[in-house]
Structure formats: structure tokens, C-alpha cells
């Protein structure tokens, strides 16, 4: 089988998702939440709810239509390195077992962060990289929409 560039692709392939799921990154991302809220003067328990599973730019958009959605993010992401220089994130156990059993190029990782962060995050684990990474960026409707993980399979070569 060969995808739309006449290469090979797998006919079947595993999608991941990053945080919760890889990475043990939920205590972070929710300290980094809940100080964020604090600058904003907003209801902590409120906003993650609805940052959960969200790419930020839709939370921001929610939570703080008012407000400049570039520099909520940008704040979020200095709250969130500051967990990240704490070392506080970590690889689940089996995590790097597991991708290392699976093909190159069989696998992907659908987030609703930003690649540059996901490979950062992946660094400091010592987990490996795919050659595909669905983020935020990437798409124009985010995650529980099925398009990134659609877009990922494609990418992997999956016949949709």
C-alpha cells in the first residue's frame, strides 16, 4: 500500500495523545492553570474544565473573550515552564517500552499542545520523537474533533 507521495505507509497505526496519557503532566498543567486564573481574576475550578482537552486558544476565547489571546498564552506557557524547570513532569511507566515495541513511523501523537512544547516535554523524559505530531497549530478544529486524529492517520499514510 502506498500513501498520496507513493510511499509506503502502515494499514494500521496508534495515535497518542500527550499529556495524562504519555506524560504525567496534569498536576503541572493544573498549578499552571490555576495561577494563571489568578492573574485574570477568574474561577479556577471553571476554567479547567473547560482548558481540559482544549487547545488554549479556545479556552482563552471562552474564559477571556476580553482579553489578548497571545499574551494568555504566553503567560500560560511561563507558568507552565516554570513546572517544567521544576522538573515535575515524568514518563508514565511502560511509557518508553511501549513506543520503542512499535514501527517506525506506525505511530503519532495528537495533542492540543504546540509541537515545540510536546518535543521539549519528550526531551526531558527521554521518550522518543515521532516523525508525526498533530498540535494546536496544526488544525483548524482541535481535539474532541476527530480532524487532528484524521489528519495524523493521513500523515501516517492510513487509507481513510
Not at 503541572?28 to 473547560?50: F, I, K, P
Not at 499574551?71 to 513506543?99: I, K, N, T, W
Not at 526531551?123 to 476527530?146: F, N, Q, W, Y
Amino acid at each position: 500500500m502506498a500513501n498520496e507521495r507513493g510511499q509506503p505507509g502502515p494499514r494500521k497505526c496508534v495515535l497518542f495523545d500527550v499529556d495524562g496519557t504519555l506524560i504525567d503532566a496534569m498536576d503541572n498543567q493544573r498549578r499552571a492553570w490555576v495561577s494563571w486564573v489568578g492573574r485574570y481574576g477568574l474561577d479556577a475550578s471553571e476554567v479547567y474544565q473547560v482548558a481540559l482537552r482544549r487547545r488554549p486558544m479556545e479556552t482563552f476565547a471562552n474564559v477571556a473573550p476580553d482579553q489578548d489571546p497571545r499574551e494568555c498564552l504566553a503567560a500560560l506557557h511561563e507558568l507552565e515552564d516554570e513546572g517544567v524547570r521544576s522538573g515535575v513532569y515524568a514518563a508514565f511507566d511502560g511509557a518508553s517500552q511501549l513506543l520503542g515495541t512499535l514501527p517506525s513511523g506506525a505511530w503519532a501523537l495528537v495533542t492540543s499542545g504546540y509541537e515545540h512544547r510536546v518535543r521539549g516535554r519528550f526531551a526531558r523524559t527521554g521518550l522518543p520523537v515521532p516523525r508525526v505530531i498533530v498540535d494546536a497549530a496544526t488544525v483548524e478544529e482541535g481535539k474532541p474533533s476527530p480532524l487532528p486524529y484524521l489528519l495524523a492517520a493521513e500523515q501516517l499514510g492510513v487509507p481513510q
